[in-house]
């Protein structure tokens, strides 16, 4: 239970931000005259199939490389106008891969026993989140800084992916050095939700999560520091996987995270269905010397459930409806169709969540500006560049300046706290070894809200803490869009399990997908 003092500064911040946040959204609401644009609805039957799916056809020949990867590029040339997801486009790349492809298969030069065990997603086109390198391609971090800076070698799970046979077909938009949930950038500029053009995509993988859901990408990698893979995919209806601590390799990210932060860092798939979670995480997990079953058949009439159904806090915002009602219904399937049996379970101790959260991620950092801009930015006065910002004139967007600002304040980060800090990291670690095992998962919100209009998710950055808590746990976390609000907004919940205990979370995606229908394309419904 939360003590008096709790209580009161919680319900104090909650009225407060409900009275600034409905007024705030009233603005925002008029500013943009309500719903945006839809990207079109998908024609091509090939857009509508599965990364798995795909490779198999592939495999088996009755389908084309190059028609599926002719079919990906004619649908970002057509989505891109709306979206701005991409960064650099590699087509012509592309096509020659597909073609190579094409021609391996024909030659039967291998069994597709073979193909299938070696190079399990053999001509299937995929885009990357563009701090993440990939050689040849700009590696720009979404900043001015870097922008003609380009990769001499691939990241090692772009290299995981190419060697599984994954064609690079793109590069997608991200908050600038990843310091934001708005994939918006002075360089590349801003991303948009497929579902509603004013609406944000999300970030910092926010390029890739639009790009994606407006089928113009199968599958895609990105990363999560604070919930920057799950967030933006929460926001536009996909499956998105942050894997356990040490599963997937996190290296080959520009501008480099801190050695003390890096290890909050994970790299993860995102896509259109769940099966590919599957096999996109053998792929991702093939070198890590942890032996995971992805696809095992499990029996949920053993499965256990837990979930929490909101994090009360200073400053986090009350959970939607809609979300309250999603995680319900999960809830609700389980039970009815498979017995299982789920208990609500309330944690006191993520009352000051957010603040342990960075509390843990700056304590190791000696200089965080000179981290974010890898050296280049040393010269730049951050207070100055802020006041600048809004007369356009800032070098930076204002995801970088709010951090490298906000930082300094002792109400968000107080050395003098650290240690207090630690040990209610430590009570986390204890309360989730007790609460999950290899036979339960926690069910709870992604985020407390729906895709936010563009630059407004500024109000809800104290309510990542409903992802950014498992990066410094180090549990596995699967994002599952569970539902549509009535003017069409995707929202999803996360799946979250024991450490190694990925399998089993992302079976439990599949299986709510079954019965939820997972992704719809924009302007299907």
């Known amino acids: 239970m939360l003590t008096r003092m709790q209580t009161f ?5 909650y009225i407060c931000l409900k009275i600034v946040n409905s007024i705030a959204h009233c603005i925002y609401f008029l500013f943009y005259c309500g719903k945006g644009k839809i990207v079109p609805s998908v024609k091509n039957p090939l857009l509508l199939k599965s990364a798995t799916k795909l490779a198999e056809e592939i495999r088996e020949g009755q389908l084309k490389s190059v028609d599926v990867v002719q079919a990906y590029i004619n649908r970002i040339l057509e989505v891109e106008p709306y ?7 590699c087509f012509l790349d592309a096509m020659e891969e597909a073609r190579s492809v094409d021609a391996l298969i024909a030659s039967g030069q291998y069994t597709k026993e073979h193909l299938s065990d070696s ?4 001509g299937v086109p995929f885009s990357v989140k563009v701090l993440l390198l990939v050689k040849g391609l700009r590696c720009t971090g979404a900043s001015k800084l870097f922008a003609d800076l380009k990769a001499g070698d691939d990241s090692p799970s772009v290299a995981l992916m190419k060697k599984a046979g994954a064609i690079v077909i793109a590069t997608t938009n991200s908050a600038e050095m990843g310091m934001h949930f708005e994939s918006y950038n002075l360089l590349h500029g801003k991303s948009c939700n497929p579902y509603d053009t004013n609406r944000t995509s999300g970030g910092s993988s926010g390029g890739e ?6 089928a113009g990408s199968v599958l895609g990698l990105g990363n999560d520091m604070l919930g920057s893979i799950r967030v933006p995919c929460h926001f536009t209806g996909l499956f998105g996987h942050k894997p356990t601590m040490g599963l997937v390799p996190n290296l080959g990210c520009h501008p480099t995270p801190d050695p003390s932060m890096a290890h909050y860092v994970y790299t993860g798939p995102m896509c259109r269905y769940a099966e ?8 991702l997990s093939s070198e890590s010397g942890m032996a995971i079953s992805f696809g095992r058949k499990v029996d949920f009439r053993n499965l256990k459930i837990c979930y929490l159904k909101s994090i009360r806090g200073p400053m986090v915002a009350p959970v939607n409806k809609d979300v309250t009602q999603g995680l319900e219904n999960a809830i609700f399937y389980f039970k009815n ?10 944690i006191p101790s993520l009352y000051d969540a957010s603040r342990c959260v960075v509390s843990a991620l700056f304590q190791g950092i000696k200089d965080l500006k000179a981290t974010l801009t890898a050296g280049k930015g040393t010269h730049i006065n951050e207070k100055l560049d802020f006041v600048k910002y809004f007369f356009g004139k800032s070098t930076f967007s204002n ?3 709010v951090t490298m600002n906000m930082s300094k304040i002792s109400m968000l980060y107080d050395e003098n706290k650290v240690a207090h800090y630690n040990e209610l990291l430590e009570s986390w670690v204890k309360e989730f070894d007790h609460l999950l095992d290899d036979n339960t998962v926690l069910l709870m919100p992604t985020l407390p ?17 409903y992802t950014s808590i498992f990066n410094v746990l180090g549990l596995p976390s699967t994002q599952c869009p569970i539902g549509y609000t009535s003017n069409g907004l995707p929202y999803g919940i996360q799946i979250v399990g024991s450490k190694n205990n990925d399998a089993l979370t992302i079976a439990c995606a599949v299986e709510l997908e079954k019965a939820f229908g997972g992704w719809k394309s924009p302007g299907s419904f």
């Open 9 to 13: 500064w919680y319900w104090f911040w």
């Open 83 to 89: 979206i701005n997801a991409t960064v650099d486009r």
């Open 119 to 122: 190079k399990p997603l053999l």
């Open 209 to 214: 999560s639009a790009l994606i859901s407006a």
């Open 276 to 283: 590919d979670l599957i096999v996109s995480m053998r792929v």
């Open 337 to 346: 169709k498979y017995e299982v049996n789920s208990k609500e379970v309330n």
């Open 399 to 401: 995801g970088p300046l």
């Open 449 to 465: 809200v729906t895709a936010p209009y563009h630059t407004e998710m500024f109000y809800f950055l104290p309510s990542t803490c």
